[in-house]
């Protein structure tokens, strides 16, 4: 877990770190002075790294990777908390760890899921033997 501090809506929250990210995160700091912020911003007065120069690095990446498709930043906010729902997370859950006070605002999410609902297979055609017609999608 990481607790974020000043999140979306100035809120505090959890949410999950991934191993993966701990793994680059220790090679980063084998190799950073750290000493008040992770990822310090080129003006030292501001200390941090500011919110512009994070938007001109993920467009920077996003070139890189030849995506063309528009997206930002909250795009992957959006992304991380869709698959969690594809892969079965629990909407209460993703509200918490989106730090969300309304479940309302965490179910915009569930209409990105219904190509799922595709695949789910009705316990009577299960109990009868009867599979799933191909969709042709992965």
Known sequence: MIHIRQAK????R??????????????????HAVLDYLFPGADKSAGHLTERSAQYMFERAKRKAGIVKKAS???LRHSFATH?????????????????????????YTH???KNL???QSPLDR???????ETGED
């Open 112 to 114: 990105v899921g219904l």
């Open 14 to 31: 959890y949410s999950l770190l991934s191993a993966t990210v701990i793994g680059m995160m220790q090679t980063y700091l084998k190799t």
């Open 118 to 120: 595709q695949r789910i």
């Open 127 to 133: 109990l009868m033997g009867n599979k799933l017609p």
């Open 73 to 75: 930043i909250h795009t």
């Open 9 to 12: 809506g100035r809120k505090d």
């Open 84 to 108: 969690l729902l594809e892969n079965g997370t629990d909407l209460r859950h993703i509200q918490e760890l989106l730090g969300h006070s309304s479940l309302k605002t965490t179910e915009i």
